[in-house]
């Protein structure tokens, strides 16, 4: 199993992203996870676009963008030409899920589908396919530095199961309260992707966070 650790710039220093960014590359992150929240569908406001383009050029790495937005489509040509790889969205948040996940391809970026703890995992029924990555939350979406809902970990099995009968190439990413202490009961359950903010840039040392995920998921 290839394991990929996405640190999420939701905790990093706002007045030097660039740097940031570029500093997480250095220390092994293989995705820049970047938080997009609109003070609608979730209560925090947070980067657009905009920043994503200007930090697009610091670093090689796919940009994994996780929109927490209502509505998404209007984002979404935006968030592409910005050089997103991959774009995520929440089902609650669009009328017609199934045309946003063709419209995020349509736009040359692979779609993903974000599931809170409490949406159902029926949500996947019949868009799995369409699908590059399925994001589970491990928190509510909304802000860094929240504690991990233990109670997600079967949801991830159950994830799992699914896309390994899909057989197809599918992302399974987690993302909220992941730090190297929890991240191989999430690996263990089944997720290949792992988002963490406040554990890698709530540290003085990026990369022996990073380092220390890598030999606990070495293990699993
Ligand atoms: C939460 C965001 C997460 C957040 C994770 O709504 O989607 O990506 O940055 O932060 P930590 O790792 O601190 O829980
Ligand atoms: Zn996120």
């Keep these: 199993m290839t394991f990929r650790i996405a640190p999420s710039i939701l905790s990093a220093d706002f007045a030097r992203l660039g740097e940031e960014v570029r500093a997480v590359a250095k220390a092994g992150a293989d995705l820049i996870h970047f938080d997009v ?96 990555l399925v994001l589970i939350m491990s928190v509510n979406p909304g802000f860094g530095g929240q504690q991990f809902i233990a109670s997600v970990l079967p949801k991830i099995a159950e994830a799992r199961r699914r896309i390994d009968a899909a057989r197809k190439d599918i992302w399974l990413e987690v993302d909220g309260g992941i730090k190297a202490d929890n991240i191989a009961q999430a690996a263990r359950a089944g997720a290949d992707t792992f988002v963490a903010g406040s554990a890698i840039f709530g540290a003085r040392d990026y990369g022996a966070v990073i380092r220390d995920m890598r030999s606990r998921l070495a293990v699993v």
């Design 37 to 132: 929240m609109d003070n609608h569908y979730v209560p925090n406001l947070t980067v657009g676009p905009l920043v994503c383009a200007a930090l697009r050029p610091h670093v090689e790495l796919p940009l994994d963008v996780h929109l927490m937005v209502k509505p998404v489509d209007g984002l979404v040509p935006a968030f592409a030409k910005a050089g997103a790889s991959i774009i995520s969205f929440h089902p609650e948040a669009s009328e017609h899920v199934d045309r946003t996940i063709a419209l995020i391809r349509e736009h040359g970026c692979k779609p993903g589908l974000v599931l809170n703890p409490a949406t159902p995992l029926s949500c996947l029924d019949h868009t799995l396919e369409g699908l590059d």
